[in-house]
């Protein structure tokens, strides 16, 4: 598994692409916390990092997805995937190697977003006036949100040999397990299970996390979700046919 790991982080680091979309990424999370009227910091009256923990996991639906798309796909495309599973390598540890690269490479990518953290701490009228916990707590849930979303891109990866379609599956399997529920939840001949609906949506889970309050409930629901797509992407590799 480790090689498998230090082999993906290389070959991502390798590509201009990876940088280009990293660069997009804080790109566009500089410009909405600090440029864009409607979500400017300096235009809110106080110091805090709201619009961007609501802008990130948008911003994920297509980062994560963009860096995991060509780690499976990839490897069928150029026909390396049969020297891969010649190696003494169980499914397992192509999968786990390949998603904690991915999940690594969007940590790396949130890593200098903490500059935001710093500079609003000392922008404050009172030095230091910035809820701390509920900026750690939302960090812990990008981070889950991040391994969710990988594990997604995984499994899409996994279906075929375009990382183009690999891609859009990941794009819109991401948005509606985020945001669909909520969608869902809110038609009105379902009001009555509306709570239900929306707990099964990440929104939910990832809100509550944003909130500075470590749940337990919301810790499973991440480990069980991309424990569940994981899944089913060994599934999918232990049925190949090559």
């Known amino acids: ?16 692409v990876a940088y280009m979309t990293m660069a997009a ?17 300096l235009d809110y009256g106080y110091a805090g990092l709201d619009s961007f923990f609501n802008i990130a996991p948008y911003l994920f639906i297509f980062l994560i997805p963009a860096i995991s798309m060509r780690s499976l796909a990839e490897e069928k495309k150029d026909g390396t995937f049969e020297l ?17 690269a ?29 809820d701390t916990g509920a900026v750690i707590g939302s960090y812990i849930g990008l981070v889950l949100l991040a391994s969710a979303f990988t594990a997604i891109g995984l499994f899409t990866s996994s279906l ?13 399997l991401s948005y509606f397990s985020f945001s669909g ?3 869902i ?4 001949s379902l009001q009555g299970i509306a709570s239900v609906l929306t707990a ?14 470590l749940d337990s409930r919301d810790l499973i629901y991440f480990l069980s979700f991309s424990t569940l797509f994981l899944v089913f992407t060994k599934t999918k590799l232990g049925s190949r046919k090559w």
Request: glycine share 8%; aromatic share 16%; hydrophobic share 50%.
């Open 84 to 100: 891969l599973a010649t190696r003494p390598l169980s499914d397992w540890d192509i999968v786990l190697g390949k998603f904690f």
């Open 1 to 16: 598994m480790i090689s498998i790991f230090f082999k993906e982080l290389s070959g991502f680091f390798t590509s201009m």
């Open 160 to 172: 075929g040999k375009n990382q183009i379609i690999a891609f859009t599956l990941a794009v819109v």
């Open 200 to 213: 099964f949506g990440i929104n939910e889970h990832y809100q509550s996390l944003s909130r500075g309050v």
């Open 185 to 188: 939840s809110s038609i009105i």
């Open 102 to 130: 991915c999940l690594a490479i969007a940590i790396i990518t949130l890593i200098p977003t903490l500059i935001y953290y710093f500079s609003v701490y000392q922008l404050g009228i009172t030095k230091g006036n910035i």
């Open 25 to 41: 990424f804080l790109l566009v999370c500089g410009l909405f916390l600090w440029v864009f009227p409607e979500s400017s910091i």
């Open 181 to 183: 529920f909520d969608s």
